[in-house]
């Protein structure tokens, strides 16, 4: 099974990571331990800020992010899968430096949205400003015949970023509410989705009442990504 274990590069943050290995268990077709997924964590909340190198001259997280991917790799793991959008920033490098496939959150958020039948059209994307800023979302979706709607830089400032803030501090209840503004605010202007491109974010939304209006999960994404590369089809 060492071609079929699933690499998990994270820590970015903590808890997104045990979520991300809660649901890979919960997706996953089984009846005993042994149909389950074997899978290796690499979870090192130490890398530097993400969204802090992008946007403010923050350490560069790569080299951390390298010795994540050498840890996996010498773990024999077959895969890798990264349950955190804005350290796809450095997807091009990390990819670079491994013979691994990496599995593309964006990719995998794309082909939730596809099999909720929106194959086109407006979709909001929740994000770090990171993420947002790097374009993560936009380019990758755009090639895909989606467009984005993005928040506004004031209510990044005054209800997304600290919401995130709020999920990493363990404060999860308390970031729904500013959360489940932004997204009805998306929708509002004429999104047909939300992707919640910051896996902090499902985090924060699944502490309230359920939106009333089709939304990707980028945890659950990535997850039936790796199932779908652990169980490929034939």
């Known amino acids: 099974m060492a071609e079929r274990m699933l690499g998990v590069l994270g820590g970015m943050g903590p808890l997104a990571s045990a979520q991300f290995m809660l649901r890979l268990t919960q997706l996953t077709p089984a009846e005993r331990d042994q149909d389950h997924v074997p899978a290796v964590l690499w979870s090192d909340p130490r890398v530097p800020d993400r969204t802090a190198a992008r946007l403010s001259d923050g350490e560069d997280p790569l080299p951390a992010l390298l010795r994540g991917i050498r840890g996996l790799e010498a773990a024999g793991c077959?895969?890798?899968?990264?349950?955190?959008n804005t350290a796809h920033g450095w997807f091009e490098q990390m990819q670079a430096a491994t013979r691994l496939p990496i599995l593309h959150i964006v990719d995998a958020a794309a082909d939730e949205l596809a099999g909720q039948g929106l194959a086109e059209g407006p979709v909001g994307i929740m994000g770090t400003a990171g993420t947002l800023a790097m374009r993560l979302y936009q380019q990758r979706l755009d090639q895909r015949g989606y467009s984005c709607l993005v928040p506004d830089e004031a209510m990044m400032q005054r209800l997304v970023t600290p919401a995130i803030a709020l999920v990493k501090a363990n404060r999860v209840a308390e970031a729904y509410a500013p959360l489940a503004e932004v997204a009805g605010m998306l929708i509002r202007r004429g999104a047909r989705a939300v992707v919640?491109?910051?896996t902090e974010i499902p985090l924060g939304i699944a502490a309230g009442p359920a939106l009333p209006f089709p939304v990707v999960d980028t945890i659950d994404a990535l997850a039936r990504a790796a199932l779908?590369?652990?169980r490929p089809a034939g």
């Open 78 to 84: 077959g895969a890798i899968a990264i349950p955190c």
């Open 196 to 198: 919640l491109g910051c």
């Open 228 to 230: 779908a590369w652990a």
